[in-house]
């Protein structure tokens, strides 16, 4: 009974490459969600996707970042151009397919390092 | 502009005593709330949820209140227990799917 998986656990870019980081939601959800945890913050809401859909970017930033979520496989949150400001902790969180449920879980998280 | 606050960053309890975790929140929107817990280097756990047409939710040890007056939240964990030393967040949401989380509250349950 696997829940939201996560990887890679640790990723180390230097600036201006691009990260690539993956998040398998539980299984029978069908909803993704991603946050990001600066140091000493709280989790700050991303995008949420469903299967080809994005339904809120509103957390997105402009430029540079990208999501994805297709109908085979793992979301991806997509970073290009990689600055040291994007150094964080990432987490994904699901939820179930119906229902007004509101209950997300996360996963272990993705700790990105800009150099 | 900080729609949930934890206005304490750390909190002290002895074990077998009874931790209260304190949320305030100013978006009159939010109709549904949830405390998570957090180790160090994994992701947030789920704890318990409360719909605001409940004042109260109660699960084993944890129990959350719910003011909607005063639009504030509170989770009770009693007894403490060494394993309940984590960092504790509350989140909220207004109708839609995203989360708004507070800055979190350190608890550190000693012998």
């Known amino acids: 009974n696997a829940g939201v998986m996560q990887n890679p656990r640790h990723l180390v870019r230097r600036r201006g490459q691009e990260a690539r980081l993956r998040c398998s939601p539980m299984k029978g959800h069908s909803h993704v969600y991603w946050y990001r945890q600066l140091p000493e913050e709280g989790l700050k809401f991303m995008v949420y996707?469903?299967?080809?859909?994005?339904?809120?970017e509103s957390g997105m930033p402009k430029e540079r970042f990208s999501a994805e979520f297709p109908k085979e496989g793992p979301s991806i949150l997509r970073i290009q151009q990689v600055v040291r400001g994007d150094s964080a902790a990432y987490f994904c969180?699901?939820?179930?397919?119906?229902?007004?449920?509101?209950?997300?879980?996360f996963g272990p998280g993705t700790r990105l390092l800009v150099l | 502009d900080q729609q949930v606050k934890q206005n304490s960053p750390s909190l002290s309890v002895q074990e077998g005593r009874i931790s209260i975790l304190n949320c305030d929140y100013t978006?009159?929107?939010?109709?549904?709330f949830l405390w998570y817990k957090k180790y160090p280097a994994e992701g947030p756990t789920f704890l318990i949820s409360?719909?605001?047409?409940?004042d109260k939710n109660e699960d084993g040890r944890f129990t959350v209140f719910l003011n909607k007056s005063a639009k504030h939240l509170s989770l009770h964990i009693v007894p403490s227990q060494p394993g309940d030393s984590a960092v504790y967040f509350c989140a909220a949401s207004a109708n839609t799917d995203k989360l708004i989380f507070g800055t979190g509250t350190r608890l550190q349950v000693f012998p």
């Open positions: 978006n009159s929107m939010f109709d549904y």
């Open positions: 409360i719909s605001s047409i409940k």
């Open positions: 969180a699901s939820s179930p397919s119906k229902g007004r449920a509101k209950t997300q879980y």
């Open positions: 996707l469903q299967k080809e859909n994005i339904i809120d």
